[in-house]
């Protein structure tokens, strides 16, 4: 059984960092999707960055590009998310996720496995 955890979530004020982290275990297959998504309270689950086990990476927020990196340990099994620069509209509840397969996906439906989320709260 595949198991995420995630840590890393906090309160900031705008501008300031945050490095999300997402810890996973029980893999059984060798290629896999790690993406990130955040759900903001009365808003759908939406996809904002993924990386393959192949290590390439897609953005689907425009809004966090050149501020958010995602990044992977494979030694650790863990992925992160920095987050430079946020803004009181990051805040949110974030997610990681796992799916199988190369081909990453901003679809939250086509993920399998899920965190238990950590929250990030930026203020102005």
Known sequence: QVQLVESGGGSVQAGGSLRLSCAASGYTYSSNCMGWFRQAPGKEREGV?????????????DSVKGRFTISQDNAKNTVYLQMNSLKPEDTAMYYCASKGGYICSRDPSRYNYWGQGTQVTVSS
């Open 49 to 61: 960055v993924s990386i393959s086990s192949l290590g390439i990476s897609a953005y689907y927020d």
